[in-house]
Each structure stands twice: as structure tokens, then as C-alpha cells.
């Protein structure tokens, strides 16, 4: 795993805390524990292979943070969560390490510590290279009472990731939804785990309640929606016809959705890996096959 990170990331502190040197939030989150459903279980629960982990948070239910990084695609790598809980849901909530870094420890001085400087979190501030300027904004930012705080730290002013913005015409990024806003024109290289809505793709999710208090859908289906993205739609041949037609970016899409398990997975990833000349895809696919590979009585979805 140190391999694939060195060859991803430029900042060591990316590795420090994936590996355990630095452990922000417990002694479970380094990546020995990837696809844990509990603090103590090192059972592999998979990732869709989009995501790669770099610290778990077991808080309650258990929450991924890692790299969104789209092989074969256009798409600028960034940072985000993934949830469990809610269907392998995918959001982008940092564009660059110092967002990263910055919001995950303003997370722990509000979650863990309490809102208290300890000496234990200035320790860690440290290890993280947290300057004390940085740090004097925590206090003031931490009493606002909203939703997602630490998109009011400064260094997220510039290049706001997606679980920042609430109007679509703020945001210049890659991917392609939150959970009220979905960025139309970046649609046609997004993965099905990156939709929050999934009535955006033409999904009927049935309305729940007494029939009569049921209403008109809040999302309505786009216009335009990739065939990876649509219901009802035989997804392993439609791997297939991407790869005789050589369109490798829309056939690594489609197996970041439904209709696989971890297996049918890792035979498509070795696929792709013949295609590719990227040393840290190569190394990413033997190491996400060899964790997860095997397994074929889970389905994503």
C-alpha cells in the first residue's frame, strides 16, 4: 500500500497517516483495517476500486476517508468519504492535501477532543504540520452552527470541493454530485457510487408513506445519462462492448457500479491492467484483487 500511495501522492504526510505513523483518529484507522466492519475485525469488506482508503473513522458507522482517483478518465484526482451505510455512497470533500489534512484534524478538535486544545491534539497538529496561525481559526469556525464547518476554514476558500457548495455554478471541479446538487457537465465521467440521487439517473425510488401524501419526485432523471449510469441495463456486456470498442475510461466506469461482485470485479481490473502503462494502476488492481478478489457472494448494491 506505501508503494501505491508514494507513486499517487506527492506529500509523505498522505503515507505517514495511511500507514499508521500518524494515527488522527485511532489506532484502528491505518490501512491493516481496510474493509473492517468493526474495530477489532480485519474481515475484508470491499471498496469499489475508485476509492482508495487512506484512514477509517469507526465513530459510529463505519466512514472511509481516501483518494477519488478515476483511471482512464480525465478527471482530476481529489479527496472524499465514502459511506458504507448508504449504498457505497462516494463525496468529494477535500481538492487538495491541505484541505485534506486541515479538515480531518478540525473534525478531531470538534469530535474527539471536544473543542479542547490538549496537548495530545498540538502534538498531533505537529505531526500533521498544522501551523498555529492555521490553528487560531479553529475556535471561531467551530462555534458557527451548521452543516460541514470546516468548509469555513480559510484554506477551503479557493477550490471548494463539491460537499462545500450548495449553488452548482460555484463549483469548477470533476465530480459529479452531492446530496442536493448535480453537476450535469461532469455526468459523462462520473461512476454510479458518486450519485447521491439516484432518480437523477432515472432510478424509481418509490416514494414511502401513505399513498395519498405521496408527491411528485423532488429529482427528476437528467437528459443525457451514459448507459453505465442507467437502470435496466445488462452491465457485464456492456463492459464488454467498451473494451472491443477501446473505450477504457467508460468500461473502468461501469465496473465502479451494480451488477458485480468483488471477482467479476478484479477479472475486469486484470483487464484493464493489460491495457495500461501506469505503474500505480498496475499496482493498485494486484492489490485490490489480492484483498478482495475472491470473493463472489457480495454484490455492490
Known amino acids: 500500500m506505501k508503494e501505491i500511495l ?3 501522492c506527492s506529500d509523505p504526510r498522505i503515507t505517514e497517516i495511511s500507514m499508521g505513523t500518524i494515527r488522527p483518529f485511532s489506532e484502528y484507522s491505518g490501512w491493516e483495517y481496510y474493509g473492517a466492519t468493526s474495530k477489532n475485525d480485519k474481515a475484508d469488506f470491499p471498496f469499489p476500486p475508485l476509492f482508495i482508503p487512506i484512514i477509517i473513522d469507526y465513530n459510529s458507522t ?6 477519488i482517483k478515476h483511471w482512464f478518465c480525465e478527471r482530476e484526482y481529489t479527496f472524499g468519504y465514502i459511506d458504507f451505510g448508504n449504498g457505497f455512497l462516494i463525496g468529494e470533500s477535500a481538492r487538495s492535501y491541505e484541505q485534506f489534512i486541515e479538515g480531518m484534524l478540525f473534525e478531531q478538535f470538534i469530535d474527539q477532543f471536544n473543542y479542547v486544545m490538549t496537548d495530545e491534539f498540538l502534538s498531533l497538529a505537529k505531526k500533521l504540520q498544522i501551523s498555529k496561525e492555521d490553528l487560531s481559526k479553529f475556535y471561531e469556525i467551530s462555534e458557527r452552527e451548521t452543516n460541514n464547518t470546516e468548509c469555513f476554514l480559510p484554506i477551503f476558500i479557493e477550490n471548494q470541493p463539491l460537499n462545500c457548495i450548495y449553488n452548482k ?3 469548477d471541479g470533476s465530480h459529479p454530485s452531492n446530496e442536493s446538487v448535480i453537476i450535469e457537465r461532469n455526468i459523462l465521467q462520473a461512476s454510479f457510487f458518486e450519485i447521491f440521487q439516484k432518480e ?3 432510478y424509481d425510488i418509490k416514494n414511502r408513506g401513505f399513498s395519498f401524501f405521496n408527491r411528485k419526485p423532488k429529482y427528476q432523471p437528467l437528459d443525457n445519462i451514459p448507459d453505465w449510469l442507467k437502470p435496466d441495463i445488462e452491465k457485464k456486456e456492456l463492459f464488454e462492448y467498451y473494451m472491443v470498442k477501446k473505450e ?3 468500461a473502468w466506469l461501469t465496473i465502479n457500479g451494480p451488477g458485480f461482485n468483488p471477482n467479476e470485479v478484479g477479472e475486469r481490473l486484470q483487464r484493464l491492467k493489460q ?9 493498485w488492481a494486484d492489490f485490490w484483487c489480492s484483498k478482495y478478489g475472491y470473493m463472489d457472494s457480495f454484490i455492490f448494491v
Do not use: C, Q
Open 169 to 171: 455554478n460555484n463549483y
Open 248 to 250: 477504457y475510461d467508460k
Open 62 to 67: 463505519p466512514v472511509a476517508e481516501g483518494i
Open 6 to 8: 508514494n507513486e499517487i
Open 200 to 202: 437523477w439517473l432515472g
Open 275 to 283: 491495457v495500461s502503462t501506469e505503474k500505480a494502476f498496475h499496482l
